[in-house]
């Protein structure tokens, strides 16, 4: 594992070495955290490349072109929040945000934001570990039929695509994960919890509130609000319009 460069030095992007697994890509400017979780990831099977701040992460997503993206929220200059947004603009890219703040408030407005995942400190590594495991997994949805299909709403599940009316629709890595579930069962209606299990994968401190946020955010984005239905008490469906 790379040492971290000293207070005040010119900023760098570390990297662990000790693996071929799945790149990710840690903002945190918390040295001790960053240390263990960076050693921890390392140890099971992950290349971790740490930056510092906001503006370190963004200069060097190309560079480090990682498979998803550990995101503190407290960061200086540029917050969580504003890196996560500059995210999205750009790509799909998986992310889980850290934060010290277990408010609802701070966790609607990460998912608002596309966030795939939320991990309130103080955490365990191995916590994290799974939560990054799980995202991932998500990415991986083999099981599926190549294309899924739904009024004019079409789902390409290898290349990860969506159109609507033949346009393209972007989404984020959660938002496309829930749709895929979603059209997969058609016609059936799904309970949050089933939804928070199979999209969300384990337990999750947004509950069942960050189901809601999600479809709310797939309603707006397809401009089909009425292809998921809500049965009030039980769920949603997606429906044939």
């Not at 629709?169 to 209606?189: H, M, P, Q, R, S």
Request: charged fraction near 30%; include cysteine; glycine fraction near 8%.
């Amino acid at each position: 594992m790379t040492d971290p460069q000293p207070a005040g030095s010119p900023s760098t992007v570390t990297t662990s070495a000790l693996s071929s697994g799945p790149q990710l890509l840690l903002v945190e400017d918390e040295e001790s955290i960053a240390l263990l979780v960076k050693a921890y990831l390392s140890q099971n099977g992950y290349r971790v490349a740490w930056v510092r701040s906001g503006d370190e992460a963004l200069e060097s997503l190309d560079r480090v072109r990682p498979r998803l993206v550990i995101l503190d929220i407290g960061l200086p200059g540029q917050d969580g929040f504003d890196v996560c947004r500059a995210i999205r603009a750009r790509s799909p890219l998986p992310i889980v945000m850290l934060t010290a703040r277990d408010e609802e408030a701070d966790r609607v407005a990460g998912l608002e934001l596309g966030a795939d995942d939320y991990v309130t400190k103080p955490f365990s590594p191995r916590e994290l570990a799974a939560r990054v495991k799980a995202v991932l997994r998500r990415g991986e949805p083999a099981e599926l039929p190549r294309r899924l299909e739904l009024g004019d709403i079409a789902l390409d599940v290898q290349a990860r695509e969506v159109t609507v009316a033949g346009e393209a629709v972007e989404l984020t890595a959660k938002e496309f994960d829930l749709l895929a579930y979603l059209l997969d069962n058609a016609g059936i209606v799904l309970s949050r919890d089933q939804l928070l299990e199979r999209v969300w994968g384990i337990s999750y401190p947004g509950g069942t509130r960050t189901v809601d946020v999600h479809i709310a955010q797939l309603r707006r984005k397809l401009g089909r609000p009425e292809t998921i239905r809500t049965f009030r008490g039980s769920g949603y469906k997606a429906v044939r319009p």
